[in-house]
Nanobody, 115 residues
Framework: QVQLVESGGGLVQSGGSLRLSCATSGFTFSMYAMSWNRQAPGKERELVASINSLGGSTNYADSVKGRFTISRDNAKNTVYLQLMNLKPEDTAVYYC????????WGQGTQVTVSS
């Protein structure tokens, strides 16, 4: 019954920005730390950002630190990822999940950054 629906991806040029959303249902969202993750072709899925249940603490992969911002709205059961100063190496399918990961994944949203 857990549902994770990512949206907001697209095609942007280097240096551009996007705002990703993950609408969730089927679990008590406000009790869980959440994460954004990405998977590029030929690579394993990797954690890029996480946020605690109340939104007061965040963590980022070194590769995105200073460029991405994770946030959440517990009233809307939604977690967001603001991507700024995008680079071609950010190209991937982006997925949300809890942290630690559970065995529920949405379809993801494609982010493509052209050079």
């Amino acid at each position: 019954q857990v549902q994770l629906v990512e949206s907001g991806g697209g095609l942007v040029q280097s240096g551009g920005s996007l705002r990703l959303s993950c609408a969730t249902s089927g679990f008590t969202f406000s009790m869980y730390a959440m994460s954004w993750n990405r998977q590029a072709p030929g690579k394993e899925r990797e954690l890029v950002a996480s946020i605690n249940s109340l939104g007061g603490s965040t963590n980022y992969a070194d590769s995105v630190k200073g460029r991405f911002t994770i946030s959440r709205d517990n009233a809307k059961n939604t977690v967001y990822l603001q991507l700024m100063n995008l680079k071609p190496e950010d190209t991937a399918v982006y997925y949300c999940n809890t942290k630690p990961w559970r065995s529920y994944w949405g379809q993801g949203t494609q982010v493509t950054v052209s050079s």
